[in-house]
């Protein structure tokens, strides 16, 4: 079991800025891919950005150029940064995590952490 708790969400105005952090409760160089997804229009969740433990990462059509993810292995933990925000950002924002891709198609989930962009 890997537990994962986030942090920092908030309220922001539309064109601001917001960091998420998630910390693992394990070293996250273990960890094959963590990343953050959110409730969708379409899909329930969707994928916002993950990176793997080489640190290869990939984005979201809708938040490329705006977000970026991290990791921090000596504080295990996964960061985004989320910039020039819009009120289609507004969500709940999960982490996730792998270790294996035996794990992927059932990964372990954080509790979520609200984000909301005011226009």
């Known amino acids: 079991q890997v537990q994962l708790v986030e942090s920092g969400g908030g309220l922001v105005q539309a064109g601001g800025s917001l960091t998420l952090s998630c910390a693992a409760s394990?070293?996250?160089?273990?960890?094959?891919?963590m990343g953050w997804y959110r409730h969708g229009k379409v899909k329930q969740r969707e994928l916002v950005a993950d990176i793997t433990s080489d640190g290869r990462t990939s984005y979201a059509d809708s938040v490329k150029g705006r977000f970026t993810i991290s990791r921090d292995n000596d504080k295990n933990t996964v960061v985004l940064q989320m910039t020039n925000l819009e009120p289609e950002d507004t969500s709940v924002y999960y982490c996730?995590?792998?270790?294996?891709?035996?794990?992927?198609?059932?990964?372990?989930w954080g509790q979520g952490t609200q984000v909301t962009v005011s226009s």
């Open positions: 996730i995590a792998y270790r294996t891709y035996l794990e992927e198609a059932n990964p372990f």
């Open positions: 394990e070293p996250i160089d273990t960890i094959l891919v």
